[in-house]
């Protein structure tokens, strides 16, 4: 393989694509190498054409014909946002086509639900901007819809369910009961760090519970600085 600026970043990508598949039971150590030098080969070819070395990694796996299964169980277990852009895709461009139009029917179900939810506060003749105690229930408008996107992305089982549920239902049920004093100092800080442990509840769901190794929490790093890019912009 080549000289590349990204040389020992893409040797770690390959010495972990490496080791995945050598965890296949169906695939020996004889095979192993051959594939391995296949995929350094469309690796090289892919440099060629002024790919990124991450992105002529993530095209040189997809490419390699029989072993799309594990490519993909690749990129579950290495949720980089490019893996996730490009890896996991449908079984054809038909199905593939078929799952974003749901995925996205999806979004834009949850999301005009957010916008009734932050309506609805209003029918009960609160204010956004002039009631301070529209500021604790904020995030328990929106934050909720988000998890249950995010959750409704994989099967859901009842514990999986009851860990989407409860951390959203016990602070709504302590907004509604508590007697905040209006603009005093426990509504407000219940204002500011209500969303900051809701939007931990968030990571929780986002790394399905897996939010140990640091590769993990990164994900969610950056997962959140595209999100608050993407609400900013829309705001």
């Known amino acids: 393989m080549g000289v590349h600026p990204d040389a020992e970043a893409l040797e770690s990508q390959i010495d972990q694509w490496r080791d995945f598949v050598r965890g296949r039971e169906t695939i020996g ?3 192993v190498e051959e594939l391995e030098d296949h995929l350094r080969a469309r690796i090289d070819e892919l440099l060629g054409t002024g ?29 980089d946002r490019l893996w996730k852009q490009l890896a996991l895709v449908g ?3 038909d199905e593939d086509h078929r799952a974003k139009r749901r995925d996205f029917l999806r979004m834009g179900a949850y999301a005009t639900a957010a916008a009734v939810a932050i309506k609805i506060p209003a029918t009960f ?8 105690f529209y500021g604790t229930i904020l995030g328990l408008l929106v934050l909720p819809l988000l998890g249950a996107y995010l959750a409704g992305k994989r099967p859901l ?5 009851l860990g ?4 959203f239902l016990v602070p709504a049920i302590l907004a509604s009961v508590y007697p905040f004093e209006p603009r005093g100092s ?14 931990l509840v968030i990571g929780v769901i986002y790394l ?7 590769e993990k929490r990164m994900d969610f790093v950056r997962f959140s600085g595209e999100w608050f890019i993407y609400f900013s912009l829309i705001g």
């Open 29 to 31: 150590s004889a095979d």
């Open 51 to 79: 790919l990124s070395a991450d992105e002529a990694f993530v095209v040189a796996v997809m490419r390699m014909g029989n072993l799309d299964e594990v490519s993909k169980e690749f990129a579950r277990a290495h949720t």
């Open 91 to 93: 079984e054809s461009p």
């Open 125 to 132: 003749g609160l204010d956004l901007y002039e009631d301070s």
């Open 157 to 161: 089982t009842w514990r999986r369910l």
């Open 164 to 167: 989407v549920v409860l951390p």
């Open 186 to 199: 426990t509504e407000l800080l219940w204002s500011l760090h209500l969303p900051l442990v809701l939007w």
């Open 208 to 214: 399905e519970g897996e939010w140990r190794p640091v």
